[in-house]
């Protein structure tokens, strides 16, 4: 066979010469932005070719730092289909850490975001590697911005080669992408994403048994770009040809039902936090959802409950899956196999609201104590991964050793496996509860209690206890405002024909909100320091 170099220029070469006439939908702070694939190839080769004027070479990373867009999508090949590496930058990061990752990778240019200019302004005097930067607006005129040298994205485009050649020489194991973790302890990690990594990341998004992703599909990617690769989306979708539908800035609930509506979005994907404020908003408006093939929910774990509203009361398909900016990130989606759509709806809600079956193209083990764990759903143990998309080290980092080892990446993720071979999800290894010798899983705390009609949202922390090493604390939001904490004793009681007794929260406090990290987990650090002494009155 021939060896034939897995590159991002086949994705891109793919869009052109097939799905010249599909569209891409972009919202900007300026309106609607529509356009076909051939427009978008023809304006990649220009930001390619504008790169290189201004002294880009291969090996040389780019920054992003901008919301989903077209212009993201356009950076998306241009960076790494002329040899250089695409560095997507969490633009909900703290200040600290953008200064940290951005001179880690030592970034050459930063593409910015008009709307995000304040955040880079404020940090411009710490980056020391950044030679330009290019601002993403749709105006001719440059919007006032103290960073120097300063460029507009749209007259460097028109400074490029419509006809630029990328690089036929790409070497299939180059990097072509960089991600940093969002990192809720310590300094954020870099993850390389090699062409080859990103292309088989491609071909698993599409499989049928997976997100099974083609040509017939409008695809909205609600997880941002800066996001591991908003989960690989658009990469996928500009090989197969399908309609992308980008959300844009600070998009609310209300905007994207809106978009689903207006583009007859057929796949959207988000994190729980996102699919739970668009429930409630869909039960205020009633948008047109129709068109909806299916929703994808990854990033934390979904409640069943969750789940249950979306296809029962919504009647739209939900996909539950795992992965990891480790992992480029599919890992697993809990797709029914045949013969369990035979089993009563209870077993398969249960089934489903599993982190799911493998995808192929990856390896798994899960090892507890005693080596890995027997196959019956009960038995904890950490996922070790490895496959074709799955990191070997963190970038320029020693922490490396701690998590890649004898060629298996450490996830930190502990869960059970059923017979059937469907990953569940027990808790990371730092939030499982250690009382009294025994773990207590915060998930399953978690889903429990957002199941509870009068529940929004529901996180639980393991807090130091005197006798016992550790006890969970329940914190909820209420759907309603009004209820009182005198539901308390409800919730308690709601849990204790699913947990054995010892499981049970010591106690429920009700908050107005939950804090939450830049891609929108719960802050359970934050929790645990602010709450430590609970249970010991120091």
Partial sequence: MENFPLTLRSLFDRSQSLFAKKEVVSRTSSGIHRYTYADFGRRTKQLSSALQQLGVKPGDRVATFAWNHHWHLEAYFAIPCMGAVLHTVNIRLPL???????????????????????I??????????????IVMTDSQELPPTSLHPVYGYENILNSGDPQYAFIDSLNESAPAGLCYTSATTGKPKGVVYSHRGIYLHSLSIGLADTLGLSERDSVMPIVPMFHVNAWGLPFASVWFGSKQVLPGPAPTPDILLGL??????????????VWTAALKAQEAINADISSLRAVVCGGSAAPRSLIESYEQRLQVPFYHAYGMTETCPLVTVARLKSYQEETSLDEQYDTRAAQGLLVPGLDMKIVGP?????WDGKEMGEILLRGAWVATEYYKDERTQESFQDGWFYSGDIAVIDPEGFVKLVDRAKDLVKSGGEWISSLDLENSLMA????FEACVVGIPHP???????????????????GDKADLLTFL????????????????????????G??????????????????
């Fill in 496 to 519: 204790t024909d699913k947990f054995a007794k010892w499981w049970i929260p010591d106690d429920v406090i009700f908050l107005h909100e939950i804090p939450r990290s830049s891609v």
């Fill in 260 to 273: 689903i509506a207006d583009e007859k979005v057929t796949i959207a994907a988000g994190v729980p936090t």
């Fill in 370 to 374: 005693r080596g890995e764990v027997a």
């Fill in 96 to 118: 600290e850490h953008l200064v940290h990752i951005l001179n880690h990778a030592e970034d050459r240019f930063l593409l910015v975001d008009e709307t995000l200019l304040p």
């Fill in 120 to 133: 880079i302004e404020r940090i411009q005097d710490q980056l020391t590697t950044i030679e330009g930067y």
């Fill in 467 to 485: 006798k016992w090493e550790e006890r969970p604390l329940a914190f909820v939001v209420l759907k309603d405002a009004a209820l009182q904490a």
């Fill in 452 to 455: 509870h009609p009068n529940v």
């Fill in 521 to 538: 987990k719960f802050m359970k650090r934050e929790l645990r320091e602010q709450y430590q002494a609970y249970f010991t009155g120091n």
